[in-house]
């Protein structure tokens, strides 16, 4: 509609100061209507469409979807550049089943090669990140070359118009320059850089506590399965106690994560192989599944109480009680987000902090050309960090907990092997020394 006016306008000879007006609000209102429609499409949509229910609960999970599109490394790695731009969420949460990294003592020596910096520098243009955040990097380009059209194309327009529209030209010539000192910046960007370190520590705060309640959670399974091995006399109830120690990091994956039929199966043959068919059916069937399981835990001890002494048994029981504490735990961090106020506010100002920096660059730089490139490379890295902080801000999907869990399982029932002196069929991946085990995180680019 903008651009109609235009066209009207200038066939009127005394509209040019209102051509003036319209082409100044096409070059502002294009790029904020390109980064509206492509960072906030959804809100738009929720508005065009309200009242209604919100779609996440009858549409199919983002993590199946990704699983469907990416179900493999390779294809994650090969993804075609067109169908990401299409769907960059669904890119996104495809790579974080990915990014659970697991090193090995070779994976440390790739870690702290020399030339890793040297690498870092060419992957700003393969990276994942850049990717995924490519609309929001686009609507900074956009708003750049509006900045860039309107001082510099109006310029050579206004010249090229001087001899068959004089009047014309010279309004456009007249125009005001749209540039703003760097002091506006200089001043609110301590601000905004305070805002994104408090979001990132407060994110990776979030992870590292997962992180670390996961290592108590592998600590207390292999003690208890220790001290059932010690204190209870009868093979049939050690073995029983060991096997709901060993699933205990299956059921509490499930909890965590993204309920679905494919998880529920997935559970189902983790547990099936190992647990009673009427322990299986009661956790299968119940509403929060890891207190089952710590229920049956729980009744195991009682079953073994005749040959416990008191001291044992509650030494049996603490281990229980602590699994409980850290399945509270993990239930605090993933049902709590960092307050959105934080959130939402950094992304609000980092957003129209961006949609100025063309502005007031635009007189700063040797080479008005040079004002496109510098400003998509400063949004890469500002988004970026800013997105860093909603990666990890959710952990139990982009920790390894499988590969935990196969830990806990290998070493817990090698424990029974040699315990009982009977052959057990070890569940998962036999226990491999930490100095072998590896994710291969060299292999993918993030």
Known sequence: GLAQQVLDVSSVPDGQQQLLTTMSMLTVAAPLACGLLATHGGVVQSVLHAPVFDSRFVTPAMSVKSQEF????????????????KNPSIYKEATREFRRDVYSYKDWLWHRESGH????????????VSKWLWSEIFFVIVSAVAVLTYNDGLNALASALRDSSPDLAA?????PILEINMLPLTLSSPALFLLLVFRTNSAYGRWWEARKVWGSIINTCRDSARMSLAMIEQNEIKEQAVSQVAVFSRVLKYHLREPSDQAEALLRSEIAPILKPEHTEKIMNSKHKPMTLCGLMSDTIHEAADGLTT????????SVTLLVDYLGMCERIVKTPIPLVYTRHTARFLSWWLVFLPVCLYDQLPNNLLLVPVTAILAFFLLGIEDLGNQIEEPFSILPIEVMGDGISGSIFEALEMNTGEP????????????????????YVR
Do not use: W
């Not at 001291?311 to 603490?318: S, T």
């Open 171 to 175: 309004t456009l010539a007249s125009r």
């Open 311 to 318: 001291v044992e048994r509650l030494k049996l029981d603490q």
């Open 70 to 85: 990416y179900p493999t490394r390779e294809s994650v790695i090969k993804a075609d550049i067109v169908e990401i731009f």
């Open 424 to 443: 057990k069929e070890f569940y998962g991946k036999p226990p491999v020394p930490y100095s072998l085990a590896s994710s291969d995180p060299g292999s």
């Open 117 to 128: 910096v040297a690498d870092a520098f060419m992957s700003v243009f393969t990276s994942s």
